[in-house]
């Protein structure tokens, strides 16, 4: 069982107000999301299943992200993950939200179980596709982690 963290690189193609569960109604402009997450389970908690999970539209909503990604507009056009045992993706959250260009649009979004106290796990950018998933890259060396980007084709069936 594949443990690892993970981003997904979520383009807004549309601003619009969503209801993120608990955590309330809020405007997500158009552009460039970053999410960043953890699968250090067995079955269905592991790497792969997470990820499946993600990329399914259609589903019961349990999660912040669950609630974004329900959106017509809201597409994942990317995946880097890390393989690694350890709970690092509040550090990857961390190195991400200190780039220069990084945005919380939501304070607390993924990370309201978060024993560090993450200022959230979703990180909205206002810059270029490549540059973005350059600071992915780079974040995950910063926590000595090497990114793999993966073939979304390999977890979608559509």
Not at 49 to 65: E, N, S, V, Y
Not at 66 to 90: G, P
Not at 102 to 125: E, M, Q, R, T, W
């Amino acid at each position: 069982m594949t443990k690892g963290i993970y981003t997904l690189v979520i383009k807004n193609q549309k601003e619009e107000n969503l209801r993120i569960g608990k955590l309330g109604n809020f405007f997500f402009p158009q552009g460039l999301y970053v999410y960043i997450g953890s699968a250090l389970g067995k079955s269905a908690t592991n790497l792969e299943h997470r990820l499946q999970r993600h990329l399914l539209k259609l589903k019961r909503k349990h999660w912040h992200i669950d609630f974004f990604l329900e959106s017509e507009f809201a597409k994942i056009t990317a995946v880097y993950y890390a393989i690694t045992s350890e709970k690092r993706e509040c550090q990857l959250a961390s190195a991400l939200i200190s780039k220069d260009n990084a945005i919380i649009p939501i304070s607390g979004f993924g990370s309201s179980d978060c024993i560090n106290n993450c200022k959230s796990h979703l990180v909205y950018f206002q810059i270029e596709y490549e540059q973005l998933i350059n600071l992915i890259q780079s974040s995950f060396s910063e926590i000595k982690l090497n990114p793999i980007n993966c073939s979304l084709n390999k977890f979608n069936d559509d």
